[in-house]
């Protein structure tokens, strides 16, 4: 069954360092997201993607964060100069639908910025 | 604003029936979204309903849906220890221009006692 993977599943950086997330979603879908989870807290919103633009952003997804579809099959979310409380877990998601009914997730990549 | 709330933790027994509730506030919602999250694991999509729907059956899982009380259930027979994980209610926002953004509550953790 197909599955959208997101690599690294852990990720430790400094205050102040970039990081990339990098997310494969499900070949034929089209529409892309990333969510976070800070822990204990709900699951956030952060932005929607489909042909190469941003659909929706929430607040938190400030200039700091970029999304990117670098090739033909990763997904990037990209934070410039991470925060501590930028520490969560990240999950990408993709659908083929463009309301997003049926949205996947991936397993999540855990960011922890010491 | 577009709010998801969920208890936070149910028990029950091999073999009884679970029933984790769930309240959302935009009556304006398509779909309305069970997701399961095992440990270690990302968000694995169970059901979902379309908001003019009162009910649906997937084996062991029942949805109910009761539009004026803005209240969604999710019931499982026969629970079993594999069914032990938290499990996220979530409704695709109405203000997203059918971006596919989802508004999650904060999960319910069901615990299974053998």
């Known amino acids: 069954e197909p599955e959208v993977t997101q690599t690294p599943s852990h990720q430790v950086t400094q205050m102040g360092q970039e990081v990339i997330l990098r997310c494969v979603p499900i070949s034929n879908h089209l529409y892309f997201y990333w969510y976070r989870q800070i822990l204990g807290q709900k699951v956030e919103f952060l932005v929607s993607?489909?042909?190469?633009?941003?659909?929706?952003k929430s607040e938190i997804f400030d200039d700091q964060f970029s999304v990117e579809r670098p090739d033909g099959s990763n997904f990037t979310l990209k934070i410039r100069s991470t925060k501590l409380e930028d520490s969560a877990m990240y999950f990408c998601a993709s659908s083929e639908d463009p309301g997003g009914e049926t949205q996947y997730f991936g397993p999540g990549t855990r960011l922890l910025v010491l | 604003g577009e709010d998801v709330e969920q208890s936070l933790f149910l028990s029950v027994r091999e073999g009884d029936s679970s029933v984790i509730n769930c309240t959302y506030t935009d009556s304006s919602s398509t779909y309305l979204y069970w997701y399961k999250q095992e440990p270690g694991a990302g968000l694995q999509l169970l059901t979902y309903?379309?908001?003019?729907?009162d009910m649906k059956q997937d084996q062991r899982l029942t949805v109910l849906l009761n539009k004026k009380d803005k209240h969604l259930s999710l019931r499982i027979a026969d629970t079993q220890t594999g069914d032990s994980a938290i499990y996220f209610c979530a409704e695709s926002s109405s203000g997203s221009s059918n971006t596919g953004k989802l508004i999650f509550g904060q999960g319910t953790t069901l615990q299974v006692k053998p």
């Open positions: 309903i379309f908001s003019n729907m």
């Open positions: 993607f489909y042909n190469n633009e941003i659909s929706e």
